[in-house]
């Protein structure tokens, strides 16, 4: 079993430059993928950007060049820096890992981003 905490969401201007965090908590594991999704308000959840274990990264169309993933896997800890946002980037955003051995994958509570002047 894996628990996820995340963190850094909240109110944010346009042009803003949040950090959003990851933790992992459990008892042996690895972690596969660790990724970012969002939910914005009335639509489904979408892949935002992934980070493997073996250092690939993948990002929506719709971030790339704004926001970049890290991950430090001696911390089991991922990132999400996100650049020039805009109101489109409202949304619950939620962090989600797969475990290496088992590929079950857990998500977190969720945080929200909220892009507004």
């Known amino acids: 079993q894996v628990q996820l905490v995340e963190s850094g969401g909240g109110l944010v201007h346009p042009g803003g430059s949040p950090r959003l965090s990851c933790a992992a908590s459990g008892n042996s594991f690895s972690l596969y993928v660790m990724a970012w999704y969002r939910q914005p308000p009335g639509r489904q959840r979408e892949l935002v950007a992934a980070a493997m274990d073996d250092g690939r990264t993948q990002y929506a169309d719709f971030v790339k060049g704004r926001f970049a993933i890290s991950r430090d896997n001696a911390k089991n800890t991922v990132h999400l820096q996100m650049n020039s946002l805009s109101p489109e980037d409202t949304a619950v955003y939620y962090c989600?890992?797969?475990?290496?051995?088992?590929?079950?994958?857990?998500w977190g509570q969720g945080t929200q981003v909220t892009v507004s002047s």
């Open positions: 989600n890992v797969v475990e290496s051995q088992s590929y079950l994958s857990y």
